[in-house]
T-cell receptor, first 114, second 114 residues
Framework: DTGVSQNPRHKITKRGQNVTFRCDPISEHNRLYWYRQTLGQGPEFLTY????????KSRLLSDRFSAERPKGSFSTLEIQRTEQGDSAMYLC????????????FGNGTRLTVT | GIQVEQSPPDLILQEGANSTLRCNFS?????LQWFHQNPWGQLINLFYIPSGTKQNGRLSATTVATERYSLLYISSSQTTDSGVYFCAVSGVNAGGTSYGKLTFGQGTILTVHP
């Protein structure tokens, strides 16, 4: 168990640019989640996958955001035409399918939009 | 949606002291986790505890689901316990596959002085 891995750890981009983050979940975990955390707040749910299917998206996930998990393994989160309000920590988590399985979070990707 | 309130918002302790953190939630839950977020932003899962009592070393947690609260106990605190403690829940009424869609509280900021 190597844990949930996220890359990059930090990303600085200019407003209007596109960015993509990657998450590699714990290998046997079927479910993968994306959360966003702004300074001084708790993380907020964005979306989740069960294997390759994206089962739910939050209203926070505007049409500039897209997430994929093409083969049910790693996932990518893309933000198009970034805005300063997108600056946040983007956290990925994974869990087993069992409803009694806790979520395990990665170290996050900190995005700064200038 | 489900509401989560944590108290106290801030807590300052001397090394060796004990403390109790509280989490109140507004609806029945099918998942409740306590996390510690360290100064580098990593969310570490402490307990998966939708009901009952668990202990892990100096930490223990109790959830009284019928009264909609959970408590996290830290005994003999150490400076490495400093950070933000989050309670996160998913509500039963949000749907059968929602247990990973966590709603986080605002957190308790714990500072332990040597």
């Amino acid at each position: 168990d190597t844990g949930v891995s996220q890359n990059p750890r930090h990303k600085i981009t200019k407003r209007g640019q596109n960015v993509t983050f990657r998450c590699d979940p714990i290998s046997e975990h079927n479910r993968l989640y994306w959360y966003r955390q702004t300074l001084g707040q708790g993380p907020e749910f964005l979306t989740y996958f069960q294997n390759e299917a994206q089962l739910e998206k939050s209203r926070l996930l505007s049409d500039r955001f897209s997430a994929e998990r093409p083969k049910g393994s790693f996932s990518t989160l893309e933000i198009q035409r970034t805005e300063q309000g997108d600056s946040a920590m983007y956290l990925c988590a994974s869990s087993l399918l069992d409803s009694r399985s806790p979520l395990h979070f990665g170290n996050g990707t900190r995005l700064t939009v200038t | 949606g489900i509401q989560v309130e944590q108290s106290p918002p801030d807590l300052i302790l001397q090394e060796g002291a004990n403390s109790t953190l509280r989490c109140n939630f507004s609806d029945s839950v099918n998942n409740l986790q306590w996390f510690h977020q360290n100064p580098w932003g990593q969310l570490i899962n402490l307990f998966y505890i939708p009901s009952g009592t668990k202990q892990n070393g100096r930490l223990s947690a109790t959830t009284v689901a019928t009264e909609r609260y959970s408590l996290l106990y830290i005994s003999s605190s150490q400076t490495t316990d400093s950070g933000v403690y989050f309670c996160a829940v998913s509500g039963v009424n949000a749907g059968g596959t929602s247990y990973g869609k966590l709603t986080f509280g605002q957190g308790t900021i714990l500072t332990v002085h040597p």
